[in-house]
Nanobody
């Protein structure tokens, strides 16, 4: 059974930091590209950061220079270090794993709430 379990969310003041973790089980972690998405109330889910199976990273313009995505294949875990948080970063953050290699897969975590107070 595939599981993606996010943790590390919470309430933080503007300017603060949080580190999200997403622990994967039931998949061959190393062949998956890993993504962090977020969804704020009343808004569409948006892609925040990507780390490919090869370790290449990409970020939404809104978080460049503040967020860092990383992965530890030995621990089947992907991280999102979030610094200089702003109230507009408030959202539910979701972990997403996908691969077009065999066995193909597309999986989502349940989400973790991040709330940034002004």
């Amino acid at each position: 059974q595939v599981q993606l379990v996010e943790s590390g969310g919470g309430l933080v003041q503007a300017g603060g930091s949080l580190r999200l973790s997403c622990s994967a089980s039931g998949i061959i972690f190393g062949i998956h590209n890993m993504h962090w998405f977020r969804q704020a109330p009343g808004k569409q889910r948006e892609l925040v950061a990507t780390i490919t199976r090869g370790g290449n990273t990409n970020y939404a313009d809104s978080v460049k220079g503040r967020f860092t995505i990383s992965r530890d294949n030995a621990k089947n875990t992907v991280y999102l270090q979030m610094n200089s948080l702003k109230p507009e970063d408030t959202a539910v953050y979701y972990c997403h794993a996908e691969t077009t290699l065999l066995p193909r897969g597309d999986y989502w975590g349940q989400g973790t709430q991040v709330t940034v107070s002004s």
